[in-house]
Antibody, heavy 121, light 110 residues
């Protein structure tokens, strides 16, 4: 069965960096787009970034553009999110999600359990 | 990248039907049939309930249905059950090749 397991969350000071990982199993990882989606405490979902199956197409939300970098290693069935210049408003649970796509990404059909990132001094 | 607009809360009694709206623009909801809906219980990961406006994934109850008219998509839950009490989020692909979510709707089963 499809499994997505995030790791790498934790407490970091403003201006600091963190790298999240998502280990995928139960499907052919290299066939699928993948996304990162976050949820601040008590708030709604916010799409952060997606990457195409080959890694050739990448898009970011304006709120993280220039600070976050999404990447993937298809040989390791893994998705990553490098987060730099972190701010208090980046505090959230970060989910990785499989992103079903054809000509364009359409919907998130499987989600991980999330990893909490807290940005605080 | 403005969030799609959903009502903050809706409520209904067991057995009734409720509808949650999701309003965007011609650059997202109105421009693509790539609207999806997610159910989220407190402290849990979201679950896909509807994709491509009106399609149900395998295993999702047929009490859940979706539709779209212009820039507004809707999720309808019929025969409301206590287990349906959760938060619901809509999402759409956008003309900027990004994705956008609605602010979420808390469903209360009275």
């Amino acid at each position: 069965q499809v499994q997505l397991v995030e790791s790498g969350g934790g407490l970091v000071k403003p201006g600091g960096s963190l790298r999240l990982s998502c280990a995928a199993s139960g499907f052919t990882f290299s066939d699928y787009y993948m996304s990162w989606i976050r949820q601040a405490p008590g708030k709604g979902l916010e799409w952060v970034s997606y990457i195409s199956s080959s890694g050739s197409s990448i898009h970011y939300a304006d709120s993280v553009k220039g600070r976050f970098t999404i990447s993937r290693d298809n040989a390791k069935n893994s998705l990553y999110l490098q987060m730099n210049s972190l701010r208090a408003e980046d505090t959230a649970v970060y989910y990785c999600a499989r992103d079903y796509s054809t000509s364009s990404p359409r919907y998130f059909d499987y989600w991980g359990q999330g990893t909490l990132v807290t940005v605080s001094s | 990248q403005s969030a799609l607009t959903q009502p903050a809360s809706v409520s209904g009694s067991p057995g009734q039907s409720i509808t949650i709206s999701c309003t965007g623009t011609s650059s997202d909801v109105g421009g693509y049939n790539y609207v999806s809906w997610y159910q989220q219980y407190s402290g849990k990961a979201p679950k896909l309930m509807i994709y491509d406006v009106s399609n149900r994934p395998s295993g999702v109850s047929n009490r859940f249905s979706g539709s779209k008219s212009g820039n507004t998509a809707s999720l309808t839950i019929s025969g409301l059950q206590a287990e349906d009490e959760a938060d619901y989020f809509c999402s759409s692909y956008t003309s900027s090749s990004t994705r956008v979510f609605g602010g979420g709707t808390k469903l209360t089963v009275l």
